[in-house]
């Protein structure tokens, strides 16, 4: 018990000698006023069955009866485990460049011999050589400077502040620099017209990119190609990338090796990057092709060496192309390119 409760307790039982105890005999006569205590008994307490319910307003809502009645939610739909593969091949060459980015990086190559030190060429070559003599022909044609892609800029002249690209020139144009490479690099003297003798520059259109031939992987090199197969176990008469259900226990990234085995043979040298899906797609249930609803996830492949082989393959696959982004969005639905262009690169 605390020290609050206690003193409690000893109040209440002065208060209550004090109105019950014999008064004192003594010289002085004392009175004793009685204190009343609050009665314990409740004057307004009613018995509960005394009290008659309240009349109020009826409980008939005619607004409800209006309603529709409440049907029952439809079943939902069920979705199989699958897993997909984009297989890409990545770009072979870099891209075109455009006219602000030709003399842009012109430019950063004259600003950069025009801030460096001189070359050392006593460093690299012997008095009295034909090293050295060759050397100092090549920089001569060259104004001084030791870059051969700068233009006949004279870094060190007077002329040093004048290191941008004139509009209309032609300088910063990548075949006329890979022209003056070629001649300083063979000799002027061997280069008759465009033939230079030993030395052959493959263009970036291929013989695939004349022909139209989206089979082969000799096309579009400066951008990324990714396969798609037609077809399917169902049926469908859709262009898409390969795909398959998951069995048991299977993981993602092993799941999408034997997928693309069973869909595009074993004639191709790939790797499945990572073991973490890229995306995610749904295929929603279809009576027409009684086909069950799906829920596919993507993994990341690359092809490095081989190519696509349909004989007796397990998924009913019946024609393949190698396609860019642009050409991807033209093949498959709306709504499917909508789900995969998250996955895919911008070239």
């Known amino acids: 018990m605390t020290a609050s409760s206690r003193g409690c307790g000893r109040a209440a039982a002065r208060l209550l000698n004090s109105s019950t105890a014999r008064p004192r005999t003594s010289t002085t006569t004392r009175t004793h006023t009685p204190i009343l205590l609050p009665s314990t008994t409740r004057s307004y307490a009613i018995a509960a069955t005394s ?14 009866d209006n309603l529709p009645p409440v049907s029952p939610s439809p079943a939902s739909k069920t979705y199989t485990l699958a897993t997909g593969i984009v297989l890409s091949r990545p770009p072979l060459l870099t891209p075109e460049q455009s006219l602000f980015e030709k003399s842009f990086f012109l430019y950063q190559k004259r600003l950069n011999e025009r801030l460096a030190l001189p070359f050392t060429q006593y460093f690299y070559f012997k008095k009295d050589t034909p090293a050295i003599a060759a050397w100092k022909k090549h920089v001569k044609e060259r104004n001084g400077v030791a870059g051969r892609d700068v233009g006949g800029y004279e870094a060190y002249g007077e002329e040093g ?3 941008e690209v004139l509009v209309g020139s032609e ?11 070629v001649k300083e690099a063979v000799g002027a003297e061997e280069v008759v017209g465009e033939e230079v003798q030993g030395i052959e520059v493959y263009p970036r ?5 004349r022909k139209g031939d989206m089979r082969s992987l000799e096309r579009r090199l400066a951008e990324t190609l990714y396969l798609v197969v037609k077809g399917g176990r169902e049926g469908e008469n859709a262009w898409g990338f390969p795909r398959g259900e998951l069995g048991g226990r299977e993981m993602l990234h092993t799941a999408a090796e034997r997928i693309l085995h069973q869909t595009a043979g074993k004639n191709m040298n790939t790797w499945i990057v990572g073991h973490v899906p890229i995306g995610f797609s749904t295929i929603e249930p279809s009576a027409k092709f009684s086909r069950k609803g799906e829920k596919v996830f993507f993994m990341k492949g690359r092809i490095m060496a081989g190519q696509v082989d349909l004989k007796g ?4 696959v019946t024609d393949w192309k190698w396609v860019t982004r642009g050409e991807l969005q033209g093949l498959v639905t709306p709504r499917y390119f909508s789900q995969v262009r998250g996955m895919l690169a911008d070239r």
């Open 51 to 64: 009290f008659k319910p309240l009349s109020g307003p009826s409980s008939h809502k005619p607004h409800l």
């Open 161 to 163: 502040w004048n290191d």
């Open 171 to 181: 300088v910063q144009e990548l075949e006329r620099v890979r022209e003056g490479l």
């Open 205 to 209: 259109e291929t013989e695939a990119d």
């Open 313 to 316: 393959n397990e998924m009913g």
